[in-house]
């Protein structure tokens, strides 16, 4: 299974941004999909996560209220999972991977797989 994250660029403070990413299919023994992201000189750290077909999604306590996610299902399971981002602060600042999750409920990055090249959200003052 492959993934594409993009949708990222530049944002002001308090803008707003859409993520997209695409998924080849699903693998065996997935249960969803999440975002990750990773800022400079910072470990990757869990944005959110949604079941495959989009009926549950929990998030990390620095997004909640701000972040949305969602995805639309499609044929052969070929998912595409979306990251709206609200009220973007400085702090956002950081490349985005989006995973395929193997455990639901978890913000380990080890029951994540299959990840997608990122892309650059970069918030200015």
């Known amino acids: 299974v492959q993934l594409q994250a993009s949708g990222g660029g530049l944002m002001q403070a308090g803008g707003s941004l859409r993520l997209s990413c695409t998924s080849s299919g699903r693998p065996f023994s997935s249960v969803g999909m999440g975002w990750f992201r990773q800022a400079p000189g910072k470990e990757r750290e869990f944005v959110g996560a949604i079941s495959w077909h989009g009926g549950g999604t929990y998030y990390s306590d620095s997004v909640k209220g701000r972040f949305t996610i969602s995805t639309i299902s499609r044929a052969n399971d070929q998912n595409t999972l979306y990251l709206q981002m609200n009220s973007l602060k400085l702090e956002d600042t950081a490349v985005y991977y989006c995973?395929?999750?193997?455990?639901?409920?978890?913000?380990?990055?080890?029951?994540?797989?299959?990840w997608g090249q990122g892309t650059m959200v970069t918030v200015s003052s």
């Open positions: 995973a395929v999750g193997t455990k639901w409920g978890s913000s380990d990055l080890n029951d994540f797989r299959s």
